[in-house]
């Protein structure tokens, strides 16, 4: 696998400028009425100014439902969706599209771009030494005909090409190797180079794996008790304390459940919506939940700020740009400025410019 690419076609903005000229696709879900007013969300120190030129896309290209968003080294913005074209945009810190992947897998890892668009889920990266990687997470098919594919998760480099398998049916190899997820959602990787899995929409399990995916441990199930999960949908290894930690978004149980580096139960975060994943940043922890809400935390799992509630307007939530519908992810860049994708048709990838940084 060391020579494949989830994505051997990709596009560079000269490729856009030269097959469709500067004009890009009108911007998504804006004010109604196009005004100029600034849109904010946030309080006290996490006040933040909506970009609303953020994220075009050029004409004929479009998002699906929202999956995730990361930033790398560099502060280039990785946006994911359940879509055919692109299947992956990745934009500067500006708001410049830099590259779109798309992707007739064939014989690379035998998907076409539809049988992407029916799996794709999670994306994370992580600084591993002086290198970059990130790690995809595919769900299961839900096609109703036909063999089921998804459940795999891989590593790459930034250019997408494929470091490592684990996954279903996998061929066992130096770079692969078979591990029944059932539908995996998420990764998170510890500073001593551990990863963890979470099967969020399958057994309920999380796993933890060394640094060349050997298998270490496995907790979980299905449940309400601690150490038991209901849709263990996102998963972080957060260093905000003395040592570090394993934050797990038990989502439908409204809870962050924490733990140790060996997956022992330490304590358990209420006062949480249907939370999805983390992200951490200049000492917090950001919490997109999919409740129509990011929640941010401190050190201590205390609420610090909350941001854009948009209970009640799920219904029309274009016409107010200051809340969120249903945030699925969410990054960071060096700056603090913050982008949020969503679980909605278009995706409403967008980027919020910190204020009073």
């Known amino acids: 696998m060391t020579d494949r690419y989830l994505f051997p076609c990709r596009q560079t903005r000269r490729d856009f400028l030269r097959t469709a000229g500067l004009a890009l696709a009108a911007p998504l879900l804006t004010c109604a009425d196009d005004s100029p007013a600034k849109v904010t969300v946030g309080e006290g120190a996490f006040r ?26 560099q502060d280039r913005v990785f946006v994911t969706s359940r879509s055919t074209n692109p299947c992956v945009a990745i934009f500067d810190r500006e708001g410049q599209l830099l590259e779109t992947w798309s992707n007739d897998f064939g014989e690379k890892i035998g998907y076409s771009v539809e049988q992407y668009k029916d799996t794709a889920h999670g994306l994370y990266w992580s600084r591993e030494g002086d290198q970059e990687f990130l790690y995809w997470t595919e769900n299961a098919s839900t096609n109703k005909e036909g063999p089921k594919f998804g459940r795999r998760v ?21 770079n692969s190797q078979a591990f029944d997820f059932t539908n995996p959602t998420d990764v998170a990787v510890a500073p001593n180079g551990d990863i ?8 309920q399990k999380v796993h933890r794996f060394d640094k060349n995916f050997k298998w270490l441990k496995t907790i979980g199930g299905p449940g309400k008790d601690h150490g038991q999960f209901n849709v263990c949908h996102g998963i972080w290894v957060s260093t905000l304390g003395k040592e570090p930690e394993v934050y797990i978004a038990d989502r439908h149980n409204d809870r962050i459940e924490v733990f140790s580096l060996e997956l022992e139960y330490k304590r358990t975060v209420g006062d949480i919506r249907t939370p999805c994943c983390f992200y951490q940043h200049q000492g917090h922890l950001f919490v997109p939940e999919l409740g129509q809400r990011v929640t941010v935390l401190d050190a201590q799992d205390r609420v610090a700020a909350r941001l854009g509630d948009g209970k009640g307007f799920e219904k ?11 945030p699925h992810a969410l990054t960071l860049d060096s700056r603090g400025d913050l982008y949020v994708i969503e679980w909605l048709p278009d995706a409403r990838p967008r980027k919020f410019r910190r204020l009073n940084a």
């Open 48 to 73: 933040y100014e909506l970009d609303p030129n953020w994220g075009r896309l050029p004409a004929g290209m479009s998002y699906g439902y929202g999956c995730a968003v990361v930033v790398d080294g």
């Open 316 to 326: 029309e939530i274009a016409r107010h740009p200051d809340k969120f519908a249903f």
């Open 196 to 203: 963890y899995i979470v099967d969020g929409y399958g057994s």
């Open 154 to 174: 891989y590593k790459t480099d930034l250019k997408g090409k494929v470091l490592y398998t684990l996954g279903p049916g996998v061929k066992e190899s130096s």
